[in-house]
């Protein structure tokens, strides 16, 4: 007995291949793109590829992420990472790291809220 008709019931083979193809593809892309660039959650302004590259070799970009100081400040981190830490001198890159802190890691000069009014803080 000889079945007729099964071709019909499956899907188009050649379509399959076509849609196989291109997620690869897509996949191949995708991972090529991400590589070029790291989300370390850094703010992407002048001067993130040598604070990217000079900062994050010791420690994680959270630890800037996560601290605000004025360009003074910043100065005496780095000053204290040299001596204590065994950070190299940081030469001509040393103004463009402080240039980029200070722009994008200042301390805010307001927080969250403002603040309370006197009349409604308790005695």
């Known amino acids: 007995m ?6 019909s019931k499956l899907p188009d083979l050649r379509f399959i291949r076509v ?6 593809l897509a996949c191949v892309f995708a991972a090529q793109a991400s590589e070029g660039a790291p989300d370390n959650g ?3 302004a002048e001067g993130y ?7 994050t070799v010791c420690h994680s ?3 800037i992420t996560r601290s605000r100081a004025s360009r003074e400040g910043w100065l005496a981190m780095i000053r204290w990472m040299q001596e204590k830490q065994g950070l190299w001198p940081l030469g001509e890159n040393e103004s463009v790291i402080l ?5 994008n890691y200042s301390p805010r000069s307001q927080g969250r809220r403002p ?3 006197a009349a409604l803080l308790p005695p």
Request: positive net charge; contains cysteine.
């Open 19 to 24: 849609l196989t193809t291109r997620a690869l």
């Open 49 to 55: 590829t040598i604070v990217s590259q000079q900062c």
């Open 99 to 103: 240039d980029y802190l200070e722009a």
């Open 61 to 63: 970009a959270g630890l």
């Open 2 to 7: 000889r079945v007729t008709g099964w071709r």
């Open 42 to 44: 850094l703010v992407r």
């Open 115 to 117: 603040p309370l009014p």
